[in-house]
């Protein structure tokens, strides 16, 4: 059982990070570390991103073989539809995670749209890229220096561009970045996404495949089966209708699995993953694990309930989920 009071910061709302510890080899018998916990301390620290609507990843952006957490959001109150990406602002950081606290490295606060995040060694050197969608605008930020320089920028063909993954998807060693561009025609009742994946070549951009699919993708990430074979684990939906999960395979498109995840068809727009271990992140806060095997997904595991999820990063022995609901707490199990 988890309660927390939300808390004022700096005059204004903020978001809950909890940092849940749990054993990834454990994951196989679906024990958690925090399963086995009969308390927990609340409150522990303090910070703010200045961020809403919070999207992480995880990167190792100075290649020591330590993950940092990556965050973008929207920077003030959400705004209409119609109005135009310039007139909007976001941003984007790279965060160190010093025990139950994260240090900012570098932060960016001049984006006009941050959708979505990802990190992954884009082009291949052994330190991970930043990968950044908004309203039609892919961005590729390389840290350098302790900044978030720009290495590549690329006009999507379409506005609604809501999700970004970077994994290897079709086995070949090399990372692809997956992101989704979800249209509909006037007056129809269901609307049609089309995956796109870009590999980095010629010191540029170029885009690989696409896989195309009817509904609206609520996130997507790379999975691996145990004995080395690569998909895409996606969640499809309709407006508030969704948590069917299908596991694809690479360039195909073709279905390796599908089934629904998140127990009353609930919208899942939070997912991630680590090898074979998939993170399910539902809209109503509900959170669930399940493994991937060459049979399929295992039966989803809820571990936690948390209040309306933002986005959630599997860390090597955490996972992060953030919240605009509650206020900025930190919680150890
Ligand atoms: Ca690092
Ligand atoms: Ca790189
Ligand atoms: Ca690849």
Redesign the pocket.
Known sequence: MVTCNPQMTNGRWSWLYLFTKFDVADWGRGTFYFSLFTFYLCGISWGDLGLQDVRVARADVDGDGIMEVVAGGRIGRALAADVPRVARQAGVGVYRVTGELLHPICERRDLFVVADVAGGDVDGDGVDEIVVVGMGHLIVFDVTDGQLVEMAQMTLPGDWTDRVMV??????????IGVTVYRIENGAEMGRSDVIFL?WANRRLEK?FEIGLEGHVGDLCALTTADGQ?FVALEVGLGDEGGDLRVLS?PSGRVFWRGEMTKGRVRALSLDAQSTNLVIGGVDGRVWTATLSTNGLSNPNAVHRFLGISGLVLMPDQLLLFSNRIGLQMLRF
């Open positions: 994994g290897d998807v079709d086995g070949d060693g090399r990372v692809e590999q690989r690569h690479g």
